[in-house]
């Protein structure tokens, strides 16, 4: 591993070819920057990277010479895709490393990733940005590394300064993802999850108001373990308390299996050496093979709207694409096929302060099918809960209009 500046880092990509970024808050954004500063070295270099949240100075350069592909929008790349400047791979998360891997459909040339100093044997991790990089680091023809002083060990993401070919030192602190604000229609919602979750279940959660409150509406449970494709400051207290044990899983028991790490500086720290986590592939953290494996699984995902015959769109407003795909669908999978499985998809009743439903007769013109109906399991606004698995479409939509808010409920049985 030569250390370099982070622009004779880049210079060192081709002209031409796909390059994978590290999403997330482990995003290596010095490498991005030197990458826009760099920009009249290159003619058509495809980058392609997930969430990401903040802006970097290679976004200026798009869609020329840097191609841009997301596969999950945020408000830093969803008005390039809105505007046509980037475009939108619908992927499950489960298979990042398989498409951009070797042999993938598309095979990353390189891969820029963010990893902790290394220690006194040579060996770095991944830190907080871990699922979709750590089969691409061993496969890709050139990997580029920002090494962060802030980056947080990582237990399960280590990585030999010999696979990185070329680095840049870095003393910037991580991406934050602040711990969301929490209304009572939010704790609503988080009440009525929290009664679905059974002692010493294992769940999956994502990142938000509603994520955020059902974690702290989990203060009173059991034994709990958790096998999701992050980690959060709001899974914190319930591990310092007790609650979250893994005590009764039945895979990587006493673990807690992720991907990556989205919080805060409580967070990285906490996380830093700990050997309670152990971070993996998204092959691992998101696949089949795995998660089936896990009794009790309970999966949690949010959505922007569910029409009334259970169909749920996760990824899209007004022809926007302000989301992805992500794990979701990985997730709901897998509940079906583990022993005592459930998935719950947790939603406000309405949005726009009221005036729209989210419970809705069909999804809008164009909106995608996030999870389709013969997948769907339980849904939970703050009215209510409604178990969709034993019922046809004319009870479902009663039950789902059963939880819609009462202004809209009218509105909705007249549809049936």
């Known amino acids: 591993m030569r250390i370099v500046t982070a622009e004779e880092a880049v210079c060192r990509l081709p002209t031409r070819g796909r390059v994978f970024v590290a999403p997330g808050c482990g995003t290596p954004l010095s490498l991005l920057d030197a990458l826009g500063d760099a920009r009249d070295a290159f003619d058509d270099l495809q980058i392609c990277t997930g969430l990401l949240f903040r802006p970097a100075r290679f976004l200026d350069a798009v869609p020329r010479p840097f191609r841009l592909l997301v596969t ?17 791979l619908p ?40 699922s979709a990089a750590l089969d691409l680091v061993a496969e890709a023809p050139l990997v580029i590394a920002e090494i962060n002083v802030h980056a947080p060990r990582t237990h399960g993401a280590e990585i030999s300064v010999s696979w990185i070919d070329v680095a840049c030192e870095c003393d910037a602190p991580l991406i934050p993802y602040e711990p969301p604000h929490v209304g009572d229609v939010e704790r609503a919602i988080a009440r009525h999850v ?34 999701s494709g992050l980690v959060c400051d709001g899974m914190v207290p319930l ?44 092959r691992y953290s998101h696949g089949l093979e795995t998660l089936r494996q896990i009794e009790n699984f309970v999966a949690i995902n949010s959505a922007i709207e569910v029409d009334l015959t259970g169909q749920v769109n996760a990824e899209w407003v007004g022809g926007r694409q302000i989301s992805g795909l992500g794990g979701q669908f990985d997730f709901v999978e897998a509940a079906m096929y583990a022993p005592g499985g459930r998935s719950i998809t947790a939603l406000p009743s309405t949005a726009a302060g009221g005036r729209i439903s989210r419970i809705v007769r069909a999804l809008a013109a164009g909106a ?25 479409l004319q009870e479902r939509a009663r039950a789902l209009a059963a939880i819609a808010h009462p202004a809209f409920r009218d509105e909705l049985l007249a549809a049936l």
């Open 72 to 88: 999950h929008p945020t408000s830093v790349t969803e008005p390039l895709v809105t505007d046509g400047r980037a475009d939108y």
């Open 91 to 130: 992927l499950r998360y489960s298979q990042t490393p398989v498409i951009f891997g070797r042999g993938g459909l598309l095979p990353a040339d390189a891969v820029l990733i963010q990893v902790s100093p290394p220690d006194r044997n040579g060996m770095c991790t991944l830190g907080a940005s871990v």
């Open 194 to 227: 929290a009664s679905l979750v059974p002692d010493g279940a294992c769940f999956q959660i994502g990142i938000g108001a509603i994520p955020q409150a059902i974690l702290e509406a989990l203060g009173d449970h059991r034994d709990l373990g958790i096998h």
């Open 239 to 282: 591990i310092e308390k007790g609650v979250v044990t893994g005590a009764r899983k039945s895979i990587d028991r006493g673990i807690i299996v992720a991907g990556e790490a989205m919080g805060t500086e409580r967070l990285y720290r906490f996380i830093d050496g700990n050997p309670a986590f152990r971070f993996v592939s998204a």
């Open 368 to 392: 995608p099918v996030t999870t389709p109906r013969h997948c769907i399991d339980t849904v939970v606004t703050e009215y209510g809960v409604a178990d969709l698995r034993d019922k046809g």
